[in-house]
């Protein structure tokens, strides 16, 4: 049995390798690898790097790279949103700019001069990926690279020590890559669905969104399997050229409850996704 996000920072290598059962139920800790034996192989896919895993009792089921470093492009955007809800309360306002909307879209088309809350905005950084979004909760705790930073720290708090942002969405390009790894992604969302809000809004197929002009409009969850996976809880999908397709996905069954990432990938993810968790609920 293979175990993630399970050490203390303190813990000595004697006493990870000693204790199976405390490490698998203790809070996150280094994202480092255990020596010892090999992962076991998931079904394949498209994806380059994949990871299967129980989020209650840490145990990865089977993974491919896991420790390798990609670029997470949009799957990033759960640690903005844990920055966003540990400082900013979800009805705190802000008004848009022009400089939010001035990003490489995925955008949920934010209006300058228009108010939004951070309920609102999350919703739109977690459900339809925009990057605007992404740029305006940034402004709500900090600006840019103040988010930037809060955002390493927070990695690095999680354990997730191989993680590096960028940007606030996710988005990379030559000189500011962002980089993670699957097991770090799983550590980032392990912690994330401790927020219930996140956890709620991840789980929503819909919600009403400021039009900017006095009215509301409706976004919509670009996961496909939140509406076709039987107990999918949510996820989080993303692409650049530099990480290509890269998918999260999150589902319950039977009380457990499992998460299945896939990176680095030249086709969409939606199929793997169901795969990989199939499989891992068959193990026992």
Known sequence: MRVFLGRWQRAVLAVATASMTALASAPPGVSEPLPGAAFVAPPDGPARASLVADL????????????????????????????????????????????????????????????????????????????????????????????IQRMNVKAYQLGARSTKASSPSGLDGPGWETVTTPHDLAVIYRAALNYPLFAQIIHQSTAAFPDGKGGVKQIASHDRLLASYPGFIGGKTGFTNLAKETYVALAQRSGRRLIAVMMYSDDPLWDQGRSLLDWGFAQQ
């Open 56 to 147: 209650d009792s840490g145990r990865i089921y089977g993974a491919r790279d896991p420790y390798g470093t990609y670029a997470p492009a949009s799957t990033i955007k759960p640690l903005l949103a844990m920055v966003v809800m540990d400082l900013v309360n979800p009805g705190a306002a802000m008004r848009a700019t022009a400089a939010d909307n001035d990003v490489e879209c995925s955008c949920v088309g934010l209006a300058p001069g228009a108010v939004y809350t951070a309920r609102q905005l999350l919703d739109a950084l977690l459900m339809v990926s925009g990057n605007d979004a992404a740029n305006a909760l940034a402004d709500m705790v900090g600006g840019y690279r103040v988010a």
